[in-house]
């Protein structure tokens, strides 16, 4: 059993203006008609789940007056509309300060948080990404560039990465190394956003054995990514590349973002970027993971 430190924090009910309610009841919240809900209570309990690594169980009350509960689980990824009750599963060793909001009738919401210690990274599912948050420079040394045209260019921020184009079809990657074992099914995954529109513009993320070379396309293996001509990304995006990204999985020919290998070593993942009508804004990507499922 890990030790677990939590610290609560409750914060200020801040007022929602929600239409739904407004139109169709009336305007008085004092004549007791269920305007506004009474019991907001938004505290919750952190319980580890016996004999499994790294999985944890999320647990608020069960209110009357509160219409949905919300969920921030602290490692990147967006607040989701969950339940009462949440089964979470942390991979990675680190602090993460998980948040339940409620929103209540008249559109109250409400929030507590509690930091969660996780103090060993899952054996199985740790992420094989080194440097995939881009917190800082020794992050950001992780990646070599793929240097493919000269007016693209990946740029480290604190906390992502960027990836810019000129135009005119030009592009460029960033890759790592990493070590995979045969016959194992590993999940690859990270959050993408742009405040962009793009036309004529590819996001394309590979896992090959192919070693990248300066210069050259690379092709070998793509797992997944955005592009223009298949539907994605010609308007502001944010959210896991498995939800927004629209390019099948060269292997299954469908969205997948899973991938096998049929002998253990060395492999390579490859992202990159480019077009002719590529937005000024950018593509920006955090949170890059490749882990095993099973």
């Known amino acids: 059993m890990k030790n677990l430190k ?59 007056d509160v219409t949905s509960d919300w969920w921030d689980i602290g490692d990147g990824s967006d607040v989701y509309h969950g339940y009462t009750k949440e089964q979470i599963f942390l991979p990675d060793a680190g602090t993460y300060t998980i948040t339940h909001f409620t929103v209540s009738k008249g559109g109250i919401k409400t929030s507590s948080s509690q930091d969660l210690i996780v103090e060993v990274s899952d054996p199985v599912a740790g992420n094989l990404v080194k440097g995939g948050k881009f917190s800082n420079s020794d992050d950001y040394s992780q990646w070599t560039k793929l240097e493919l045209s000269a007016d ?20 460029e990657g960033i890759y790592q190394a990493m070590e995979v074992v045969a016959n194992k099914t590993y999940s690859l995954d990270m959050l993408v956003k742009s405040t962009g529109s793009f036309t004529d513009t590819w996001f394309e993320v ?76 950018g593509i920006t990507i955090s949170n890059v993971e490749l882990r095993g499922t099973n």
């Open 206 to 281: 590979y896992v090959g054995t192919t070693v990248p070379v300066i210069g050259k396309d690379y092709g070998d293996n793509r797992i997944m990514g955005l592009s223009t001509w298949d539907g994605c990304g010609t308007a502001p995006f944010s959210g896991k590349l498995s939800q927004v990204g629209c390019i099948k999985n060269s292997k299954t020919n469908t969205i997948n973002n899973t991938v096998t290998f049929d002998t253990s070593g060395t492999v390579y993942l490859v992202i990159r970027s480019g077009g002719n009508g590529f937005d000024p804004a």
């Open 152 to 171: 693209a260019d990946w740029v480290f921020n604190i906390g992502s990465a960027t990836v810019h184009s000129n135009g005119g079809w030009a592009q």
């Open 6 to 64: 939590l610290t609560t924090a409750i914060i200020f009910s801040v007022a929602l203006a929600l239409s739904v309610f407004t139109s169709c009841q009336p305007d008085d919240v004092n004549t007791g008609n269920g305007i506004v809900g009474t019991d907001l209570d938004p505290s919750f309990t952190i319980t580890p789940v016996e004999n499994v690594t790294n999985r944890y169980t999320l647990e608020a009350k069960t209110i009357t």
